[in-house]
């Protein structure tokens, strides 16, 4: 199978964007965002202070502006961009931002109306300080746009999917050797780097040669617990502990991969031990949410709707106050991304959108609960592309 978006999907996606410059009556667009750079062109780079820009014309061969540290990186890793202008390194003797200026007027857009994801020409993070392009540029007309490169990412193509199905794939691998691995009197970080390590050598081998990496930082497959043992477990956005696992425990884990730059989601929440009757009855609830979300899921069906219908699980329960989160969010180049599975938002779910499903509940000092499934929309209902065993007695660590 191919492990990358193919040249011809990319060359789609930009005429895709290329009609919306029509539509919009603008005469390029200007990308900031590395993970919309990625998603035109398959060129993928470490975003820092040093400014990076993408354009996109309405017509001709698009353009990058940016570090001249980037250049080589651009040209093994794509054939769809055609001029490149670098600069030697940020600050400067002349702000890059000043020089993306003069570059944009010579290629004939001093007054154009130009499309921005971030209409201040730099990502703006690592310290990073310097004027907006539209000042520098002050005969153009500038247009927040980068909703087009959005919509786009909402409805994930076959290739995508294909990227996305494999993803969980190792993700599962992972995750079952998380579990293989966790006992009482290991540090969570430990158990996280053997199955992280194992299930990456494992992929790298089964795949060979054609796979590549994107991901900046961690390994290409992870599985781990980010510090959600125990009371911390309550914390669904923990980040560490210092003590080991007990019996007793509750853990909450996490697990994917990186396929071509896309990713997916599995969560599960392990007991270590026999589990006590209020951990089972926690984990009930839990799982009532999560199924309530999937049954409510299909083309058509409001996101708030999806929410709601594992909000009402839980709330009928008797555990309104311990909800942290809403039920999902869209899933693909980003961990988290559009659409949000949440109360306030009426977007129809439509088909070949991918999501997260994780209900939670987290009641402070004493554990959470929470499952997190990977799910495709199709024409007729919803599909779990992520697949590993959700029963707690499959969840048990037997201590």
């Given at each position: 199978?191919?492990l990358?978006?193919?040249?011809g999907?990319?060359r789609r996606?930009?005429e895709?964007?290329?009609?919306?410059?029509e539509?919009r009556?603008?005469d390029?667009?200007?990308?900031?965002n590395p993970k919309?750079?990625?998603?035109?062109?398959g060129?993928t780079?470490i975003?820092t202070?040093?400014p990076a820009?993408?354009l996109?014309?309405r017509?001709?061969e698009?353009a990058?502006?940016?570090p001249l540290?980037?250049?080589?990186h651009?040209?093994?890793q794509?054939?769809?961009i055609?001029e490149?202008?670098?600069?030697?390194d940020?600050?400067?003797?002349?702000?890059?931002?000043?020089l993306?200026?003069?570059?944009?007027?010579e290629?004939g857009?001093a007054e154009?109306?130009?499309g921005?994801?971030?209409p201040?020409?730099a990502?703006g993070?690592?310290?990073?300080v310097?004027p907006?392009l539209?000042?520098?540029?002050?005969?153009a007309?500038?247009?927040?746009?980068?909703d087009?490169i959005w919509?786009m990412?909402?409805?994930?193509?076959?290739e995508?999917?294909?990227?996305?199905?494999e993803?969980?794939k190792?993700?599962n691998?992972?995750?079952r050797?998380l579990q293989?691995?966790?006992?009482?009197?290991?540090w969570?970080?430990e158990?996280s780097?053997?199955?992280s390590?194992?299930?990456?050598?494992?992929m790298?081998k089964a795949?060979?040669?054609?796979?590549?990496p994107?991901?900046v930082?961690?390994?290409p497959v992870y599985?781990?617990?980010?510090g959600q043992v125990?009371w911390?477990?309550?914390?669904?956005?923990?980040i560490?502990?210092?003590?080991?696992i007990?019996?007793?425990?509750v853990?909450i884990t996490g697990?994917g991969a990186?396929?071509?730059g896309?990713?997916?989601?599995l969560?599960?929440?392990?007991?270590v031990?026999?589990p006590?009757?209020?951990?089972?009855?926690?984990?009930?609830v839990?799982?009532k949410?999560q199924?309530a979300a999937?049954?409510?899921?299909g083309p058509?069906v409001r996101c708030?709707?999806?929410?709601?219908?594992?909000?009402e699980?839980i709330?009928?329960?008797g555990?309104?106050?311990?909800?942290r989160?809403?039920t999902g969010h869209?899933?693909?180049?980003?961990?988290h991304?559009?659409?949000w599975?949440d109360?306030?938002?009426?977007?129809?779910l439509?088909p070949g959108m991918?999501v997260s499903c994780?209900?939670?509940?987290?009641?402070?000092?004493?554990a959470g609960?929470r499952?997190?499934?990977?799910?495709?929309i199709t024409?007729d209902?919803?599909?779990r592309v992520?697949?590993?065993?959700?029963?707690?007695?499959?969840?048990?660590i037997?201590?």
């Open positions: 199978m191919r990358y978006i193919s040249e999907e990319y996606r930009i895709r964007v290329r009609e919306e410059l539509k009556s603008l390029a667009l200007l990308l900031t919309h750079i990625f998603y035109l062109t060129y780079h975003s202070e040093r820009l993408l996109v014309p017509e001709g698009l990058f502006l940016g540290l980037e250049e080589d651009l040209r093994h794509t054939r769809l055609g490149v202008r670098t600069y030697f940020y600050p400067g003797e002349r702000h890059p931002i000043e993306f200026a003069d570059w944009l007027r290629m857009y154009a109306r130009l921005a994801d971030n201040a020409g990502s993070i690592y310290g990073y310097g907006p539209s000042e520098k540029l002050p005969e007309t500038f247009e927040r746009a980068g087009i919509e990412r909402l409805i994930k193509s076959r995508e999917i294909t990227l996305i199905r993803s969980a190792w993700g691998l992972a995750h050797l293989e691995y966790t006992a009482p009197g290991l969570d970080v158990v780097l053997m199955a390590l194992e299930a990456t050598s494992i790298k795949l060979g040669v054609e796979y590549v994107t991901r930082r961690g390994p599985a781990g617990f980010r125990g911390k477990s309550a914390m669904p956005h923990s560490g502990i210092g003590r080991e007990r019996v007793g425990d853990l697990a990186d396929v071509g896309y990713t997916s989601e969560e599960r929440t392990l007991i031990g026999e006590s009757e209020r951990q089972r009855k926690l984990f009930e839990m799982l949410a199924e999937f049954e409510a899921m058509g708030c709707d999806v929410d709601r219908a594992a909000r699980v709330i009928k329960a555990y309104e106050a311990y909800m989160h809403h869209g899933i693909g180049l980003d961990g991304e559009p659409p599975l109360i306030g938002n009426e977007e129809p439509r991918v994780e209900p939670g509940i987290y009641i402070p000092g004493y609960f499952h997190s499934d990977t799910v495709l024409e209902g919803a599909e992520t697949y590993y065993p959700r029963d707690i007695e499959s969840l048990t037997r201590a």
